[in-house]
């Protein structure tokens, strides 16, 4: 087996990938000063509070703490290994990696397992849409398709195929391109039984079902035959290393783009009504595979679109069946929407069509209109509740002013919440003080059900994370007009080694000094050709008063600003290098935190008064605490009676130089 890979090829691809082109396959990311933020793909927020610095080519999240480069961003996203991570964005950047024992890996097996699967299900992709167009026995997949208005141009576009019938053929196929038997039954395109293996979609048509990057995870077969020895009408790959249902959307690898810059997104139940949805100028559909859609595709959707409190809200439409199985989906996704800060609406087609066969009927336009036409989410939680009813009747009334009290207290959004009371009021035939004494016992119900439950966060909480204060984010502080300088709007982040923590705690930003210090190291490290060399040799990692700082200094002064020629992913290799461990984290973050000043818009760099002022400061602080040290060694010489004229003379013109030099400094800075 190949050993590690040549240190100079790791460079060339953190040099060749840009970082933000990697993350916003998982993230939509827009402009914050010098870096771009997004809602973190590591854990759930309403606030984003994930950074990336394109320039420096770090990425750093203030809410979980994650943070570090191309490489590891995709490694901790995609659960990759160091090595499978450098071999998958080199394959994207066309590099050609070389290993340390010599040579390229060119013995298949050897690479990285995820890779493995990913161009099993590739090379199977390929497989069943050639079966679709050439094979006689797919004819009745293409009469299917064609049944419901799908070409042959538009199976190509959604990578649409056919699973022979035999049962074998794939096997044969995938074990002539090379693959293991272990490979092909982990990656879920093959089966293992008492006669051997057997491939586990047969008979149907195939749908691959893509990540945004556009890697096959797995695939949706649907029933076509009736005599299909599987009676489900949908077949999915099972979970494997790269497929989860819960996380997956179908489409979304076509639809991720459309959702980021309308921010819409219209969720619809099968795979032909993607199609018919993208065909019809609908590009924003996407659809859950072989479960229902849940939390965690909310969470997915939320990053692409940002789904943030402090924008206008974003649209997702959900479109069901008319009939009670489709009313039941919805209701359950109503039970959801308090998880967006999108607004949140319904589609229903006349006759209870889904998109495809609405598309049949009434062509593109329809389905268009399908969408343009949905009504909230909330109109149509109340309007299916209170249908139960016999609104004629004074019980009647009585019994849906009972039904829809949970719906309404489960509304976060007092001023919201007030004006869904009066629309529901006004549905039942009430007016809305007569709903007053429901939700009085509605909220006595949720509360007591949150009472008796297990702990955890509930619907109503509020959410943790960057946007609240919290320790070490001082308010009034900020405020006050002696603050020189203005602290980030970030805190920062202990390393996670615990002992490394103790040996090096993470600098206290309640104090001015220390935040200029930090705001010295963010210029040094995202603007190093804003920053004059000379000034280097004024500062001294002694200069810093948090260690941490002091640190991260003396590696990034080892190292020297950037050489001509030298990239910024050299470069900051370089200095992480020269760092030590417990310093690493945040060397990462000062690479990515946004100044707090505005960037020159011509150079985008920070203002040269700017840079200046923060040396000055760092060299004024550090000045006044040597005179500090000098002042109490010529004291503790007085009390302790020291007659050593000498030594006294000594001190005393070391204060007296250090005094004349902060004076010196001082008259800079009013210059």
């Known amino acids: 087996?190949?050993?590690?890979?040549?240190?100079?090829?790791?460079?060339?691809?953190?040099?060749?990938?840009?970082?933000?082109?990697?993350?916003?396959?998982?993230?939509?990311?827009?402009?914050?000063?010098?870096?771009?933020?997004?809602?973190?793909?590591?854990?759930?927020?309403?606030?984003?509070?994930?950074?990336?610095?394109?320039?420096?080519?770090?990425?750093?999240?203030?809410?979980?703490?994650?943070?570090?480069?191309?490489?590891?961003?995709?490694?901790?996203?995609?659960?990759?290994?160091?090595?499978?991570?450098?071999?998958?964005?080199?394959?994207?950047?066309?590099?050609?990696?070389?290993?340390?024992?010599?040579?390229?890996?060119?013995?298949?097996?050897?690479?990285?397992?995820?890779?493995?699967?990913?161009?099993?299900?590739?090379?199977?992709?390929?497989?069943?849409?050639?079966?679709?167009?050439?094979?006689?026995?797919?004819?009745?997949?293409?009469?299917?398709m064609r049944a419901r208005g799908f070409d042959g141009a538009a199976a190509a576009h959604f990578g649409v195929g056919f699973a022979p019938r035999g049962g074998e053929e794939l096997v044969r196929h995938l074990r002539g391109k090379g693959f293991t038997e272990d490979e092909v039954v982990t990656a879920g395109l093959v089966g293992r039984g008492q006669r051997g293996l057997y491939d586990r979609f047969r008979g149907r048509l195939v749908w691959p079902i893509r990540a945004t990057s556009s890697?096959?995870?797995?695939?949706?077969?649907?029933?076509?035959?009736?005599?299909?020895?599987?009676?489900?009408?949908?077949?999915?790959?099972?979970?494997?290393?790269?497929?989860k249902k819960t996380t997956v959307l179908y489409g979304l690898d076509l639809a991720r783009r459309a959702i980021s810059q309308q921010r819409q997104a219209v969720v619809v139940e099968g795979y032909t009504d993607v199609m018919a949805c993208h065909l019809a100028g609908v590009t924003t559909a996407v659809a859950s595979c072989g479960t229902a859609f849940g939390g965690e595709h909310v969470t997915v959707l939320r990053r692409i679109l940002r789904d943030e409190p402090d924008l206008e809200p974003a649209r997702v439409i959900f479109t069901f069946d008319g009939d009670a199985a489709g009313q039941a989906a919805a209701m359950k996704a109503f039970k959801g929407d308090q998880r967006w800060a999108s607004q949140s609406f319904v589609a229903v087609a006349p006759g209870g069509q889904d998109p495809c066969e609405l598309r049949i009927s009434g062509g593109d336009r329809a389905v268009a209109a399908l969408v343009e036409d949905a009504v909230p989410m909330f109109d149509f939680a109340v309007r299916t509740t209170i249908g139960r009813f016999d609104l004629e009747t004074a019980e009647g009334r009585v019994h849906a002013g009972r039904a829809i009290a949970p719906i309404v207290v489960g509304i976060r959004d007092q001023a919201l919440a007030m004006q869904y009371k009066a629309r529901a009021a006004g549905l039942i035939g009430l007016v809305p003080e007569e709903l007053d004494p429901y939700l009085k016992a509605a909220r006595r119900a949720a509360q007591a059900a949150a009472a008796g439950g297990h702990g955890g966060q509930g619907a109503g909480s509020p959410a943790g994370g960057p946007g609240g204060?919290?320790?070490?984010?001082?308010?009034?502080?900020?405020?006050?007009?002696?603050?020189?300088?203005?602290?980030?709007?970030?805190?920062?982040?202990?390393?996670?080694?615990?002992?490394?923590?103790?040996?090096?705690?993470?600098?206290?930003?309640?104090?001015?000094?220390?935040?200029?210090?930090?705001?010295?190291?963010?210029?040094?490290?995202?603007?190093?050709?804003?920053?004059?060399?000379?000034?280097?040799?004024?500062?001294?990692?002694?200069?810093?008063?948090?260690?941490?700082?002091?640190?991260?200094?003396?590696?990034?002064?080892?190292?020297?600003?950037?050489?001509?020629?030298?990239?910024?992913a050299a470069w900051h290799a370089a200095v992480a290098e020269a760092a030590p461990a417990a310093v690493v984290p945040l060397l990462t973050e000062l690479s990515?935190?946004?100044?707090?000043?505005?960037?020159?818009?011509?150079?985008?760099?920070?203002?040269?008064?700017?840079?200046?002022?923060?040396?000055?400061?760092?060299?004024?602080?550090?000045?006044?605490?040597?005179?500090?040290?000098?002042?109490?060694?010529?004291?503790?010489?007085d009390a302790g009676g020291e007659t050593d004229q000498g030594l006294r003379r000594e001190h005393a013109v070391h204060l007296q130089e250090l005094q004349r030099r902060l004076a010196d400094l001082r008259r800079a800075e009013e210059s």
């Open 1 to 144: 087996m190949a050993g590690r890979i040549r240190a100079e090829d790791i460079l060339a691809v953190k040099e060749r990938v840009a970082i933000d082109d990697v993350v916003r396959e998982h993230v939509t990311l827009r402009r914050a000063g010098s870096a771009l933020k997004g809602l973190c793909p590591f854990h759930d927020e309403k606030t984003p509070s994930f950074t990336v610095n394109p320039s420096t080519g770090h990425y750093h999240c203030y809410g979980c703490g994650e943070g570090g480069d191309v490489i590891s961003f995709v490694a901790k996203v995609d659960q990759l290994t160091f090595t499978e991570a450098v071999e998958r964005l080199a394959a994207k950047a066309g590099l050609d990696l070389r290993y340390e024992e010599g040579g390229r890996r060119e013995d298949q097996p050897t690479a990285g397992r995820r890779a493995r699967l990913v161009e099993a299900n590739r090379t199977a992709q390929e497989f069943y849409a050639a079966y679709l167009i050439e094979a006689a026995e797919a004819r009745a997949g293409r009469d299917f």
């Open 215 to 243: 890697e096959v995870l797995g695939f949706g077969a649907r029933r076509i035959f009736d005599d299909d020895r599987i009676e489900a009408k949908y077949l999915n790959t099972t979970e494997t290393p790269l497929y």
């Open 469 to 568: 204060a919290g320790p070490g984010r001082p308010g009034s502080e900020r405020q006050s007009a002696e603050r020189q300088f203005v602290e980030p709007d970030e805190a920062a982040v202990e390393p996670s080694d615990s002992e490394l923590a103790a040996a090096l705690p993470a600098p206290d930003l309640r104090d001015p000094a220390v935040r200029a210090e930090r705001q010295l190291l963010q210029c040094l490290l995202q603007f190093p050709g804003a920053v004059d060399p000379a000034r280097l040799a004024d500062l001294q990692p002694g200069s810093f008063a948090a260690p941490a700082h002091a640190a991260t200094y003396a590696a990034l002064a080892a190292v020297g600003l950037p050489v001509a020629g030298q990239s910024a």
């Open 592 to 637: 990515v935190a946004p100044l707090p000043t505005v960037l020159d818009p011509l150079t985008g760099r920070p203002g040269g008064r700017y840079v200046d002022s923060l040396f000055l400061r760092v060299r004024e602080v550090a000045l006044t605490r040597e005179i500090a040290d000098a002042l109490g060694r010529m004291r503790r010489l």
